[in-house]
């Protein structure tokens, strides 16, 4: 792991104190320092911190809500990863997670109600539109305006707000995605809650997220790690603290083992790229627009997604099927 370089962040982005989302204590070392090396949003230095007690790693301090607009520029990917932008990439990861997505829906009644919570530009739910039962009914949930735009020009319903604040019925839906959004909330426990609730009794969350129990975490952990994402990913997951944030909204834990993504590998030698200054043509052979790099790296995390090493989490979870579930203090 690289040696940490901390400076305090200078005046620029509105910045907020954090606190581990599991205890509620500020008892932390930190991991990692770093900057956003992918959009340059902002010349701020930011510091990943592990919490001592429970292990979770997050952003401390981390940008202010009113910051969100800033550190989510207009070329953000998750608003417009379409066939145009992304070519050969998209068309891959398209099968690739319609295979997923189904495994996922297996079981699921013809009339089905699934929601994906933080859907940006809908890519998940156009892929379930064209590939699963015409009878399930498709909904997203989204706080950026461009997200809902987004998918109502593909035809999808999407709604603005959060899981928490928008008034969904209750014990409704069947199935529920969160896929590579859980790390990017400042509250994980509130938004589990939320997917809690509008879950039927019986009704799973599948969850993706990034893991720092990988590989490429121990390599590049210690600032160039991809999955840091910096300054948007607010918390981050081991098998462990994504377990132990499940139990505390009251879900049952069906699953939780990792797969295959090459995205954190590739971006973590982007920004090392970056930050050595290399010369632009190499930076760019290393981006989600690189099939030879995500390829050569899928292969790479294949094999340690077989012994429990994969660079991201998959959890399913289950709402337990009563009427009534108590939920853990």
Known sequence: MQALRWAPTPDGLAMEPARCCLCGLDDSDPVAVGEDFEYRTSPEVFRAV??????????????APTELSRIYPADYHAYDFSPESFGLVHAVRRRLEARRMLAWCAGLPDDARILDVGCGDGFHLEVLKEFGRPGWRLEGIDPDPRAVEAGARRGLTVHRGTVQTLDLPRSTYDLALHIMTLEHVDDPIGVLEGIHDVLRPGGRCVIVTDN??????????????????????????????????????GF??????????????????????????????????????????????????????????????????????????????
Do not use: M
């Not at 592990?50 to 940008?63: A, E, G, I, T, W």
């Not at 603290?241 to 139990?247: M, N, Q, S, V």
């Open 50 to 63: 592990r919490c001592r007690r429970c292990d979770l790693v997050y952003l401390n301090p981390r940008p």
């Open 212 to 249: 720092v129990e990988s590989p490429d975490f121990r390599l590049f952990g210690g600032r160039h790690w991809g999955g840091y994402h910096f300054p948007r990913h607010l918390h981050l997951f081991s098998k462990k603290t994504l377990g132990a944030a499940a139990a505390r909204v």
């Open 252 to 329: 049952e834990v069906e699953s939780l083992r990792t797969i295959v993504s090459p995205v954190n590998w590739v971006y973590s030698i982007r920004n090392l790229l970056v930050d050595l200054q290399g010369p632009e043509w190499l930076v760019e052979r290393f981006s989600l627009r690189s099939p030879g790099a995500l390829a050569a790296f899928t292969v790479l995390d294949a094999v340690n997604a077989r012994v429990g090493r994969g660079a991201v989490l998959n959890a399913v979870l289950r709402r337990p099927p009563l009427h009534v579930s108590a939920k853990a203090n």
